[in-house]
């Protein structure tokens, strides 16, 4: 399987018995196909956070403005649920196999901050993410509630639950 967003191959990590293809050395993206959504929902919130230490090479983006094409249906072009150059994060979802690819490396850069700043910091990051660009999925339709809800789910999955109260 190749990265939509960089073309290089993707490797699978598995974490707490969830199966997600990242990639590593690259832009540090994740695609979750939807096999492993109700594998999440009965996690733990943090349990995935080692995904967002994927090393990242310096200055590769996935948001530039191309259309990504799925990885796993390789002809299907990925939907943007949202991105943010400011937030340094997105999130696109295959509308055929329903699969996500996303990019938080902003998340990411949080983690290394000072425990002390680093609370506040991800606070901050998740209130943007689900208040302001999932709630505004929330409101299109019941599907794309229905696709905000399993976007929570995966983020929550991402960050420990002590640093993050949402």
Known sequence: MKCPACKNALH???????????????CGGLWI???QFKKIQALKPGIGQSLLMIE??????TYRGAEHVCPACEITLLHRHFFSTEGDSEVNQCSKCRGFWIDLAGLAKLKSLPADQRRQAVE????????VKLSQMRILHNDMAQQ?????????FL????????
């Open 12 to 26: 699978e990590s598995v974490v707490a018995g969830v199966k997600i293809q990242a990639c590593p050395g690259e």
């Open 33 to 35: 196909n939807r096999f």
């Open 56 to 61: 990242r090479a310096e200055g590769v983006k």
């Open 124 to 131: 901050n990051y998740f209130t943007t993410v689900i208040d």
């Open 148 to 156: 905000a809800q399993i976007l929570t789910q995966i983020l929550q």
């Open 159 to 166: 960050c420990p639950e002590d640093e993050w109260t949402g």
